[in-house]
């Protein structure tokens, strides 16, 4: 009832390659190409299989231990131009460690809040959904990996070797983490908060991933503690029964089967924070392998980006024939200003008809048509640009975790 079950046996049922028969769905299979059970993404050893773990559709299995799934690009395709939603069992899961929870029981989960507080609290998820005691907030925002799309980078950088699949935009649901502070009561000289999940590092050795936020970006009222993602439980592996949400923040600080809420009085230096998920420390965030920035920061937010999701790389389409385009875009919450779109390579650009907003940290999903003249290929480019004026750039900055992937994507398709 309340908890939610990964067995062990259901484990082993479904990390393995499914068959045929659990390829529903013409979108994989369209993509898919050695077989049906294998997609290839477009850049070098970029052959995966498809798997299905519980509560996800078949996905691209990154790898197995830590569970980490990627999302095809087709499955971000709004069929409704005003819901760019991507749903539960088709969003992107990544893990760091191997040992995660098999068995939630949601009605005893706790999650604690000490530290540099004057209340220590435990609190079960009934408090947080208990409208007496906190008042439910609920917004559409983009969980994007911090690694997304690392795998197009150009010198190859080691990592999680993810296509554009390591992102989603859901509606999430919880209480604000500004009104769980509130009732501990953060003393003076409280510097940041730390976020713990029950998931830990197989050895003792392996750190355990654990986040930091400011004091200020903790309490400015948007970060969540999320019971729900489009208004259902979390599926398990998304971080069931609750998980920090931080729009506008890239996935990393979005703390799955949250547990342990700390107050700190200095800067946290976890390795998840002091070692990894740091960009380097200049206007570009920048870097080349022969100069490496000799100062980092903290990751924060996710760039402008965009994406054609109605055809793949190689598609065939009917020259002469109107060939709808639809897509996705999102930046790190100042939200979408113009997506634009070129046939010809980037020579010259028109502008999308962008469907509803469902707020400055979610997708924005895109349309347009394309009559391609004659037969002969074409460099179909998307182009985002944000209402803060940035816009994807052409060629891709580097860095050595391969972060920040955004540069504007082509997609090359044969008109027949
Ligand atoms: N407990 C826990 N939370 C975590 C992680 C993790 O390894 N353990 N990974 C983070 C990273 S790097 C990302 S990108 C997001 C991914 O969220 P998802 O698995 O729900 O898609 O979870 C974040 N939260
Ligand atoms: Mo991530």
């Known amino acids: 009832m309340d908890s939610t079950e990964l067995s062990r046996r259901g484990f082993l049922k479904t990390a393995g390659l499914l068959g045929a028969a659990g ?3 013409a979108r994989i299979a369209s993509a898919a190409t050695a077989s049906p059970s294998t997609i290839t993404l477009p850049f070098e050893n970029g052959t995966r299989t498809i798997v299905q773990y519980p509560q996800k559709k078949p996905l691209i299995l990154l790898t197995g231990r830590a569970i980490q799934l990627e999302t095809p690009l087709t499955m971000f395709d709004p069929t409704d131009i005003d819901m760019p939603v991507t749903s539960n069992d088709s ?3 990544r893990y760091h460690n191997a040992t995660i929870p ?6 005893k989960h706790t999650i604690t809040v000490s530290g540099n507080v004057n209340t220590p609290l435990a609190l079960k998820v009934a408090d ?3 409208p007496a005691k906190f008042q439910s907030i609920e917004f559409y925002a983009v969980n994007a990996c911090t690694g997304n799309s690392r795998g197009f980078n150009n010198p190859r950088v080691t990592g999680g070797q993810w296509a554009h699949g390591a992102q989603g935009n859901a509606k999430w649901t919880g209480v604000a983490l500004k009104d769980i502070l509130a009732k501990a009561g953060l003393k003076a000289g409280s510097v940041q908060v730390t976020f713990n999940g029950l998931d830990q590092g197989a050895e003792s050795q392996i750190p355990d991933f654990i986040k930091a936020l400011d004091v200020d ?8 503690v999320a019971y729900a993602m489009n208004g259902a439980d979390l599926p398990f592996l998304n971080g069931f029964p609750v998980r920090l949400v931080v729009p506008g923040y890239t996935g990393t600080y979005w703390v799955k089967h949250l547990y342990e809420i700390t107050v700190t009085t200095s800067v946290y230096d976890g390795f998840y924070m002091s070692t990894a998920y740091r960009e380097p420390d200049n206007a570009c965030t920048c870097e080349t392998p022969d100069a490496l920035s000799p100062t980092t920061r903290p990751v924060s937010h996710p760039r402008v980006r965009s994406f054609l999701t109605s055809l793949i790389e190689g598609a065939q389409v009917k020259s002469g024939t109107a060939v709808p385009l639809r897509g996705i875009a999102y930046d790190g919450g100042s939200g979408i200003k113009a997506v634009d779109i070129s046939v010809d390579g980037g020579k010259t650009w028109v502008g999308a008809n962008l469907g509803k907003s469902l707020g400055n940290y979610a997708f924005r999903a895109w ?13 179909i480019k998307v182009r985002a640009t944000a209402n803060t004026g940035e816009v994807q750039p052409e060629t891709q900055f580097w860095q050595r975790t391969g972060y920040g992937f955004n540069a504007i994507e082509t997609v090359n398709v044969t008109a027949i």
């Open 128 to 130: 947080l959904k208990d």
């Open 23 to 25: 390829l529903g769905g």
């Open 367 to 379: 349309e347009a048509t394309f009559t391609p003249a004659t037969p002969g290929p074409f460099a």
């Open 102 to 107: 098999l068995t939630i029981d949601s009605a």
């Open 91 to 93: 969003f992107f899961v």
């Open 217 to 224: 970006v903790a309490n400015n009222g948007e970060v969540m």
